[in-house]
């Protein structure tokens, strides 16, 4: 009996060791990047990105070896006021001209229950990198129910303080924390090949 298990164990280690994290793309229309800032202490006031693109390679038995990149357009920051909006795009804050985009790149990530995780990762905002945690929750996988693609979803969270990425306007009456909120919806993309 002990030869019989140990030869089905040589016959499925190698099999699992194959096993590699699977890539998703961002389904946009389920998929929210915001942040809130203090408004001179009247309000927490909310902004978004809608233009961005990158993957997330998810690895389900084993999350310490996912990964996620994103790449954000500044120009698709949106504040649901025109002028705003055209504020937080010149060299006050955004500096769109010069920087065009902001990016996040995973370097590790750390499960800290069953279905939560710290993702830290490099954030690239204007000309300056810091490294960043994003406080993560997996919410669940399966086939949607519609598009019959495998979809992957998470809820995650940081606070950064803007001063120091170098957008220092308006502080201290505009508030420097600048807590960021992600909703994601990704789908695994070797549905979308047999689905093409």
Not at 171 to 191: K, N, Q, S, T, Y
Request: aromatic share 10%; glycine share 6%.
């Amino acid at each position: 009996m002990r030869i019989l298990l140990t030869l089905a164990l040589m016959m499925i280690l190698p099999i699992s060791a194959q096993a590699a994290p699977e890539r998703y793309e961002f389904d946009k229309a389920h998929t929210q990047i915001l942040f809130f800032v203090n408004h001179l202490g009247f309000s927490n006031s909310q902004g978004e990105f809608h233009d961005y693109d990158g993957f997330v390679e998810f690895d389900q038995e084993n999350p310490e070896k996912s990964k996620v990149e994103v790449t954000i357009n500044t120009d698709s920051v949106d504040m649901d006021d025109e002028k705003w909006n055209a504020h937080m795009k010149n060299a006050d804050f955004f500096d769109i001209g010069q920087y065009p985009t902001m990016t996040f790149k995973s370097t590790k990530i750390e499960k800290t229950g069953e279905n939560t995780a710290n993702i830290t990762g490099s954030l690239k905002i204007l000309d300056v990198t810091k490294p960043v945690v994003l406080e993560t929750t997996f919410n669940k996988a399966a086939v949607h129910p519609f598009s019959k693609r495998y979809v992957a979803g998470f809820s995650a969270k940081t606070t950064i303080k803007r001063s120091e990425f170098g957008m220092r306007y308006g502080l201290p009456a505009v508030g420097d924390d600048v807590e960021i909120m992600l909703e994601v919806e990704a789908m695994r993309l070797e549905d979308k090949k047999k689905a093409e």
